[in-house]
């Protein structure tokens, strides 16, 4: 039997619904009903794990802002802007004007000066995936331009690759004051951006760039050395791609090109990592390993 929804419910469901949509999260999943005899129950639920502390406040200012006449309640269920778009290059534009001049969070008042989206090939089979922009990447609105940025290319040259081959990102896509570690609210407020760019590109492998990405990306809260050395299955979360056939990307953790400049005895363990890389994508090994 259909549960009851009372009118209440449906615009609160309703607005819920636009809440999300604001976030960049536009795919929910119908949950079974289950018996607890809860009239919200059996309806919708974004495809995001929600912990209590995230639980949105649905002020009362911030309701009647966004009240939906009862009749169109469920117009709001829209899908993302990219659905259905095949054409990468679309599909990401999409996603950048969906993410607008972004203030979702605090940093867009802490000091960035641009949107950092991502750089790369939009039908990359790898994806790297670094923390935040920094300095050098706030001014010039791309990822990894800076030192380690360099570092990074020549990591990516050392596959046999250049860098327009791959496509490159960051779990935040602003430069936090101070390049501090970004908090976990902004990771959790700017990831579905990226979740949505992985599901466009559809790599057949993702690196993350040191523990902030890794941990974000894995919801595994574990040390590097305990990370590193292995292959995961990623599927982005919260989104479904186009293409039914890709069921995900293979994901590896390496160590942050920054740490590597700080402490470069351990390039011989971050190329191991890529080593790894490369015989998943068949790519050859070139003669000798990188100098930098
Ligand atoms: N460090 C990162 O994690 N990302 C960048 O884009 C630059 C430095």
Sequence with gaps: MRPTISADVRRALAERIRYYQELGIYDFYRRDAVATGSETSGVLSPEIPIQPEQREDMSPR?????????????????????????????????????????????????????????????????????????????????????????????????????????????????RPPNNRTPERDECETCSPFLMRQVATIKPKAIVALGAVAARTLLAINDSMSNLRGRWYEFKPTGVRSNDPSWEGAKLAVTYHPAFLLRDPRQKKEAWKDLQMVMKELGLKAPAKTPES
Excluded: H, W
């Design 62 to 174: 911030k309701a009647t802002a966004r009240a939906v006449p009862e009749e169109n309640i469920f117009e709001v269920i829209a899908s993302r802007p990219e659905t259905g778009v095949n054409d990468p290059v679309r599909a990401l534009k999409m996603i950048r004007e969906d993410l607008g001049d972004c203030t979702r969070c605090r940093l867009a008042k802490q000091g960035r000066k641009q949107i950092v989206f991502g750089v790369g090939n939009p039908n990359a089979d790898l994806m790297f995936i670094g923390e935040a922009p920094g300095a050098n990447e706030d001014q010039q609105g791309e990822p990894f331009v800076g030192r380690a940025g360099q570092l990074l290319t020549n990591m990516i040259k050392a596959m046999g690759l250049e860098r327009s081959q791959v496509y490159i990102a960051n779990i935040i896509k602003c």
